[in-house]
Structures are given as structure tokens and as C-alpha cells.
């Protein structure tokens, strides 16, 4: 008995051979790996070669990488336009700190040179106002009623009628204090066109050899002290204390004596009620 026959499926000539095609790798991974930044994928072309008739050749694998698109150019350019942009203001916020700090830094000193000018100033407002205080005093000094009288007005007068006439030294002095009557009353001044009190008394008394101190409290010790009630022309008077006298003349008689007095009357010629000293010196 005859086995039945199979139908024979005729085989291609390739079968028996195995395929060497590897399998697709993702677009992304190939990209990732190629190194694009940009997240733009390559494509994959996969380009097999044409086999013989009786044999099969491996398929080559082509990676192709990204082109430079238009639109990548634009953004990549954007982005160095913003950097740039970014620097500049960087640099312009720098530039306008730098001149806020000078500009304050020169306001500081211009505050601080404000501030010593009006020091300097009220320092020197002090300094005139004091000036004026002490002249204002030594003038209220100068006609001060509280002083110790030795002598009332009345014997005074009564003494000097009887010696109000200077002869030889004492004429001269007289007669030199009398010619300075009317000129200016300047501290620290020993003529010819203005005096002090102690000026005025040294200057005359020079004009006949007699070398005295220059100052008021020396003057008022540099003779023999006398009354008062016993004055004679050329006696010089003071007022305040001997030793620590503070303003002096020189008797003219008949009650009368010249001075400098202060700077707002000058060399005068009062009586002595007007002022009456302290006591008096005779030099001649």
C-alpha cells in the first residue's frame, strides 16, 4: 500500500539564511548620544545593500547628524542678542552706582565744608561780641561811681585855688596833656593823634625826662602818694587802688584834670566831680 503523497511547498533560496538586520534604535537615543543640544532628531536612513542571488549582505546603519536650521540660527542669535543686552545693562547699572556713590561722597563734603564755615564763623562772631563786651567795660569802668572818694568836690576846690598855677616841670606837663584835648581815645595807644589813659600820663611826663611805666596800676605807684585835699598841677590822679589801678589822668588845676577817658569821648578836660579818683602821685 502507497503512502500518501505531501504536497512539497517549494522554499526560497534565502530561507535557510539568518537575518542580520539589527533592530531600529529609537531617533531620540541616537540623537542623545550624537550630542545635539538642541532637541532637534536626526532621522535614521537605513540603506541596505542589494544581495547576490545566493547571498545576503549585512544592512548598513547611516546616523545622520542635525543641520543647523534657520530656526535654530534665530534662537541661538536671540540668545547672544539677550547676553548682550544683559552685559549692557549690567554695565550701565555699575556706571550709575559708581556716580550716586561720588555724587554722594561730594555732597558728604560739601556738608562738612558747610558745617566748619559756620563754625569759623560764630567763632568769630564770639570773638567780636567778647571784644565789644570788654570795651563796653572798660569804659563803664572809666565813669564807675563806685569808687573810694578821699576827698569831697568842696575841699578839693579849696585846696587846688591855692596851687592852680604850674610852674617849671609841671607847667610843661600841664601844658602838653591840654594840647592833646579833643584826639582819640585808642587802647594801647601812646600818640601823637591818639592815646590810652596810661598813653596820655607816660607821654607827657617824657616830655620833661621822667621815664614812667606804661601801665595804669604801675603809674599809680610811681611817686609819693598825696591827698587829695592837697593836690597840685602835674600830680597824676588814678582811680582804683594803688597797685591795681584801672584808669588814670593828670591834674591841670583849679579842680580840673585831663585824660583819656574812653573811645567814645576821647581826651578830655573835666572837673573833678565829673569823676572823682581814688587818690593821686606826685613825680615832680
Known sequence: MKEPLVPVVPMSHTAHIR???????????????????SGVFGSLAVAGASASANAAEPVTQTLELP????????????????TQQAAANYQLQAERDAAAA???????????????????????????????????AAERASRTTERTVLATPASVSTTTTST????????????????????????????????????????????????????????STAGTQV??????????????????????GVYVGNGMFVGAQNSSTGVVERPLSYDPPSGAVRVL
Open 19 to 37: 537575518s542580520h538586520r539589527k533592530p531600529r534604535r529609537s531617533a531620540s537615543k541616537l540623537a542623545m548620544r550624537a550630542g545635539v543640544a
Open 67 to 82: 543641520t543647523l536650521t534657520a530656526d535654530l540660527a534665530a534662537q541661538v542669535a536671540q540668545s547672544a542678542d539677550a
Open 102 to 136: 561720588k555724587a554722594a561722597k561730594q555732597a558728604k563734603a560739601d556738608l562738612a565744608a558747610a558745617k566748619e564755615a559756620e563754625a569759623k564763623k560764630k567763632a568769630e562772631a564770639r570773638k567780636k561780641a567778647a571784644e565789644a563786651a570788654r570795651k563796653a
Open 227 to 248: 591827698s587829695l585835699s592837697n593836690l597840685q598841677p602835674g600830680d597824676i590822679l588814678y582811680w582804683g587802688g594803688a597797685g591795681s589801678a584801672y584808669h588814670v
Open 164 to 219: 592852680s598855677t604850674a610852674t617849671g616841670s609841671a607847667a610843661a606837663v600841664v601844658s602838653f596833656v591840654k594840647a592833646q584835648v579833643g584826639k582819640a581815645y585808642v587802647s594801647g595807644a601812646t600818640g601823637p593823634s591818639a592815646y590810652d589813659c596810661s598813653g596820655l600820663v607816660q607821654t607827657a611826663f617824657k616830655q620833661v625826662g621822667i621815664s614812667l611805666p606804661r601801665v595804669s596800676q604801675n603809674q
